[in-house]
């Protein structure tokens, strides 16, 4: 069994994984909650009862400690983080010690339901390795139609069992292995920030998140293939990852421009085959695109070539960005947000001249940055393809008109300067989006 290591001062006490964790979980409820004499309630759904949940209800009462009748949401139609269900887990939860097994969802809506009624925290048992959630403070829940990162603190102890975690479906570990990927364009669009003084790299944070991140992304045949150092590499990583925000208390070291994109399409409710794609799965094309725009802006071009490219160009002006708001979110609920946050961090007058300078004149550094950082395109579209990861616009039921669409909607919606907003500042989107284009196409 590996025992993670966590930062001091989290919410997060034990993160661990291996073999027959499970049998081990008696042992943590006791000594996470030592003078506790509430009764334990599980959460889980039909699947995850079936592989983790009826076990660990069995092993907890054989411990001799109090088991109520588990709570659980059926095993089909797929459901998702919506409040709703927080509501409905209330009831069922007043006056317990809960235990949440499952993925991002189930974990999702015991956090805040636990969170809600004042409970002292609750245990998380893991079944698959597709999110970095876990160990992030805040759940990612529908409410009023939108989807917003609910304030409530990560589980106390989460639990992972290699059996476990085996028998997860393989589309969602390979969404979890694009979720982790995505951390490298991430950090690309930190040192994007950090260059023009609009988010200084947190060191602490970043070595969280980025010292061990091409380790634990090696050899993704090896993952598929079942192997079990693979699975440990990948549910550290995303663990890791979320310690790193519960840390910063910011989602910036696990989070740029592709997690926007996949934030945008969730916003325009895309679908394939009349479902949404995983959150992973988004990502994953999130991650291809926001990897090529690094490429072509920082890689393949040199600092020359830029300024070459960008002296005639017009700087972008208040009227214009509030038309592609208004193209790109009007009618819908975003919009009014939207263009609130687009307009406060646009750049204006001798600022707009000023911050083209700086992204040129640090152009050249933070293109040696990302030299290291990234893991080229090419390779990660075939590591993503191996596994089974969306790779193209269609993939996820997009048409490539939505290159241009998202990218410039992306950069409305957070106040997270991006690859999106260098390009903006640059005055390149619409040049940058028609030299990728065609390696988004299937
Ligand atoms: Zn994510």
Known sequence: MSVLPIPSGLQTRLCIIGDDVLQEIPRFVRETWPNDTLPIRIVADGNTWRVAGEKLQMLLQA????????????AEPPFHAEYPLVERLREPLKGHRPIAVGSGTINDLVKRTTFELGIDGYLCCATACSVDGYTSAGAAITKDGLKQTLACPAPLVIAADNAVLATAPFEMTAAGYADLAAKVPAGGDWFIAD??????????????VQKNLQMWLEAPEELKAGDAVRFRNLFEGL???????????????ASGAEHLYSHCWEMRDIRKDGVQPSHGFKVAVGTLLTTALQEEVYLKMTTDELSA????????SEEVRNAQVTEFLGGTIFEESARKVS????PKGEAAVARREL????HAAVAEKLRKQLIPFDELKA????????????????????????TYGAGMIRNRYTIHDAMLDLGITDIICQRIQDRFAR
């Not at 411990?63 to 059926?74: M, S």
């Not at 260059?195 to 969280?208: K, R, S």
């Not at 307009?343 to 646009?346: G, P, Q, T, V």
């Not at 193209?392 to 290159?403: K, N, Q, R």
């Open 63 to 74: 411990d001799g400690l109090v088991v109520d009748t588990p709570y659980l949401f059926p």
């Open 195 to 208: 260059a023009v003084g609009q988010a200084p790299l947190n060191p602490v944070a970043w070595g969280m």
């Open 239 to 253: 663990a890791q990852t979320g310690f790193a925000m519960q840390y910063m208390k910011d989602s910036r070291p």
């Open 309 to 316: 490219l960008v002296a005639d160009l017009p700087y972008l």
């Open 343 to 346: 307009l406060d961090k646009l």
């Open 359 to 362: 992204l040129l004149d640090t």
């Open 383 to 406: 590591r993503f393809a191996s596994l089974g990861c969306p790779t193209s616009f269609e993939d996820i039921g997009l048409t490539p008109e939505y290159l241009r669409f998202t």
